[in-house]
T-cell receptor, first 115, second 114 residues
Framework: AQKVTQAQTEISVVEKEDVTLDCVYE???????LFWYKQPPSGELVFLIR??????QNEISGRYSWNFQKSTSSFNFTITASQVVDSAVYFC????????????FGKGTRLHILP | NAGVTQTPKFQVLKTGQSMTLQCAQD?????MSWYRQDPGMGLRLIHY???????DQGEVPNGYNVSRSTTEDFPLRLLSAAPSQTSVYFC?????????????FGSGTRLTVV
């Protein structure tokens, strides 16, 4: 069975600090996709990234970076120089590559960036 | 281009009533899904579809029905509402087979069952 664990329920950091959100996944599949979504206070869900299990290269997009480590089944998300606008709930998610229509989400991490 | 449209945005039902949550997308996406979001539970998959005429159950399908008669629409039916179905419901869609695409979500329907 597939499972996504986000052990950090809630994190608070002061603006401009770096912060890492942890994501650990379980799957029996050898090929799969990993995702991160952002849900700001307005409530909509915003897609951030999708990572193929074959590609273990780290990804960087502006202040956001993702560290995928197959050996530890982790797909962590780091925000560098955090800003108040980064305050949101962040979800990690997983899908089987062959059934990538079915995406399973973790419970989310609520991130507070304090001014 | 409206994306994924959910109606209504808010709804209050009495226990035992039935209703349909509407979801429509205008992006010609093959894949569509319904999720519910509850405090501390994250997003849980209710039902999903890979195309017109094809649906499948997710993690928490009990009490809900779906159908997919067209590519655009994917309604979620509550047959006999229960207080446990109080939640925020999200519909999502994405194109099949597109690398680096995630689901596009609707703005949600907040449902209260009393």
């Amino acid at each position: 069975a597939q499972k996504v664990t986000q052990a950090q329920t809630e994190i608070s950091v002061v603006e401009k600090e770096d912060v890492t959100l942890d994501c650990v996944y379980e799957t029996r599949d050898t090929t799969y996709y990993l995702f991160w979504y952002k849900q700001p206070p307005s409530g909509e869900l915003v897609f951030l990234i999708r990572r193929n299990s074959f590609d273990e290269q780290n990804e960087i997009s502006g202040r956001y970076s993702w560290n995928f480590q197959k050996s530890t089944s982790s797909f962590n998300f780091t925000i560098t120089a955090s800003q108040v606008v980064d305050s949101a709930v962040y979800f990690c998610a997983l899908s089987d590559r062959d059934r990538d229509d079915k995406i399973i989400f973790g419970k989310g991490t609520r991130l507070h960036i304090l001014p | 281009n409206a994306g994924v449209t959910q109606t209504p945005k808010f709804q209050v039902l009495k226990t035992g009533q039935s209703m349909t949550l509407q979801c429509a997308q205008d992006m010609n996406h093959e894949y569509m899904s319904w999720y519910r979001q509850d405090p501390g539970m994250g997003l849980r998959l209710i039902h999903y579809s890979v195309g017109a005429g094809i649906t499948d159950q997710g993690e928490v399908p009990n009490g809900y029905n779906v159908s997919r008669s067209t590519t655009e629409d994917f309604p979620l039916r509550l047959l006999s509402a229960a207080p446990s179905q109080t939640s925020v419901y999200f519909c999502a869609s994405r194109p099949q087979g597109r690398a680096n695409y995630g689901y596009t979500f609707g703005s949600g329907t907040r449902l209260t069952v009393v």
